[in-house]
């Protein structure tokens, strides 16, 4: 079920930009329901983390190390330097950033999975980049963006303590705490954060109405090389540091797939609704393309190594 739904997510977002656009009028008075929204997924998330998780990917730092600090200069990077390329406004330019100083998302741990990649190096790195991010976000963010716009640092990172950190925590707290409860809970948590992410595109979408005729097809360009540049760089250094197949994979997926509604909502809540469209339209095709990537490393398998025990845990 959790591999269907990370197939079916690019379907669900689609289908939810489609009613963002045509009931914008009632869609976009949900606009305050997307920090909580947020919140629910990242507590879902939570919820899939024990200690145990890390702790056993703590055994190869170096992949985790390698992997979250691409992470954090690759995509960052990337955005920014596309964006000049490309000519982009500094309303896109500064929401492509916030595409790229996103922590990993939620949807590269099934990806990872499909891909015959190290599920436990994955849900550590998406855990420690979430963690992370909480410094990393905006300080990178007023890295790019000081000479473009004003940047509330501080604002940015309560925004991200209060919708992401906190409740990534107290899911954590919960599991370890009810494990009864929360196995019992767990087989729904995909859907509810497959949920969530539609739902917030659906609002981004509503409230950018006015300004989707008016975007250029250079924006969708800079999303998709964004995207491509992220998986391609995050395999090609991965496998340059020393790593294995299977760790370059699951580092090229984690690298390439960001918490696209964390960046909408930080764009929505700090700058302007346009910002938040470079994270609806990434989300869509960080979707496509990590599952077609997937797709075809699952028919080529990592024969020099064993990750069946990573495998297990989906």
Known sequence: MRALLGLLLPLWIIIAS????????EVSTFKPALIPIMATIMFSMGMTISMEDVLR???????????????????????????????????????????????????????????????????????????????????????????????????????????ILLPVLGGMLCKAWLPKLVSRVVPILPSIASFGIASAICIIVALNV????????????????HNLLG???????????????????????????????MSAAIAIQHFSSL???????????????GAALAGYWSIRPCKNIEHDEDRAEC
């Open 231 to 261: 998986l391609s760089l995050g395999y090609i250094l991965a496998l340059s540091s020393g790593q294995d197949f299977a760790s370059a994979r699951t580092i090229a997926i984690e690298v390439g797939t960001q918490n696209s509604g």
């Open 210 to 225: 006015a300004n989707l005729a008016h975007l250029s097809v250079m924006l969708v360009v800079a999303v998709v090389l």
């Open 57 to 163: 990917t703590l055994k190869q730092p170096q992949a985790l190390a390698i992997g979250v600090l691409l992470q954090f200069l690759v995509m960052p990077a990337v955005a920014w330097a596309v964006s000049i390329a490309l000519g982009l406004s500094p309303e896109l330019l500064t929401g492509m950033v916030l595409v790229g100083a996103a922590p990993g998302g939620t949807a590269s741990n099934v990806l990872a999975y499909l891909a015959g990649g190290r599920v436990a190096l994955s849900v550590s790195m998406t855990t420690v980049s979430t963690l992370l991010s909480i410094l990393f976000t905006p300080l990178l963010a007023g890295y790019y963006l000081d000479s473009v716009v004003e940047v509330d640092r501080l604002g940015i990172l309560l925004s991200i303590a209060q919708m």
């Open 275 to 289: 910002t938040a469209i470079p994270s609806a339209i990434f989300s869509i095709f960080q979707n496509i393309f």
């Open 18 to 25: 489609t009613v963002g656009f045509y009931f914008h009028v």
